[in-house]
């Protein structure tokens, strides 16, 4: 069976039959007055909507508010709270009123600033550090060097105040005995 649709008497319900070139682009509106689909769309809205809440002093906005504000059903705000209250980046303070509960809404200029003064501070740090770490490896050579030379070994010497200064000989009798490195020394016991 063959459907005539050049038939007269067959017609489609109003509005269902149009074809694509009679559809208008969602980015063009029909007139002044109405809004795009991208004007309405829920991304938009929710930047919008954050950008509310980073105006709020204390991070809390009134839905009520909100809507009128972005000139919105209230429908629409409980659409984007909902899924911003789901991963916990606002939570519900009273009955119409929400609160920010994430650490920071936008990178703001500020912040940037302060990122790279920190980042600078740290590059001065890390380079200080450097130097530090190579004069520790400078000193440990050249100390390194004065033991091992033996003009050096003869003229290293201790005082007994050096040996008083070091708090574990307090109270004790200490001797010092200069000798060839492999000679023993025994002392006896007092109590024998």
């Given amino acids: 069976r063959k459907l005539d649709l050049e038939d007269p008497e067959i017609r489609t319900p109003k509005g269902k039959g149009r074809t694509l070139a009679q559809v208008p682009s969602p980015r063009t509106p029909k007139s002044p007055g109405e809004?795009?689909?991208?004007?309405?769309s829920l991304g938009l809205l929710t930047k919008?909507?954050?950008r509310l809440l980073s105006e709020s002093p204390d991070g809390v906005v009134d839905l009520n508010?909100?809507?009128?504000?972005l000139e919105v059903?209230?429908?629409?705000?409980?659409?984007?709270t909902n899924v911003l209250e789901g991963i916990q980046l606002i939570r519900k303070k009273s009955?119409?009123?929400?609160q920010w509960m994430g650490t920071g809404i936008f990178e703001d200029v500020t912040v940037t600033a302060k990122q790279q003064v920190l980042r600078g501070e740290l590059a001065e740090l890390?380079?200080?550090?450097?130097?530090l770490d190579q004069f520790l490896q400078d000193c440990a050579l050249q100390l390194r060097q004065l033991v091992d030379d033996e003009a050096n070994q003869r003229l290293?010497?201790?005082t007994y105040q050096d040996l008083g200064t070091i708090s574990s000989f307090q109270e004790q009798t200490v001797?010092?005995?200069k000798a060839p490195p492999e000679t023993q020394l025994e002392v006896p016991d007092f109590s024998e």
């Fill in 35 to 40: 809004k795009t689909r991208y004007d309405t």
């Fill in 48 to 50: 919008k909507f954050i």
């Fill in 65 to 69: 508010r909100a809507a009128e504000v």
């Fill in 73 to 80: 059903q209230k429908r629409r705000i409980y659409d984007i």
């Fill in 95 to 98: 009955k119409n009123n929400i």
């Fill in 126 to 131: 890390a380079r200080t550090e450097r130097t």
């Fill in 156 to 158: 290293a010497y201790v």
């Fill in 175 to 177: 001797i010092a005995v």
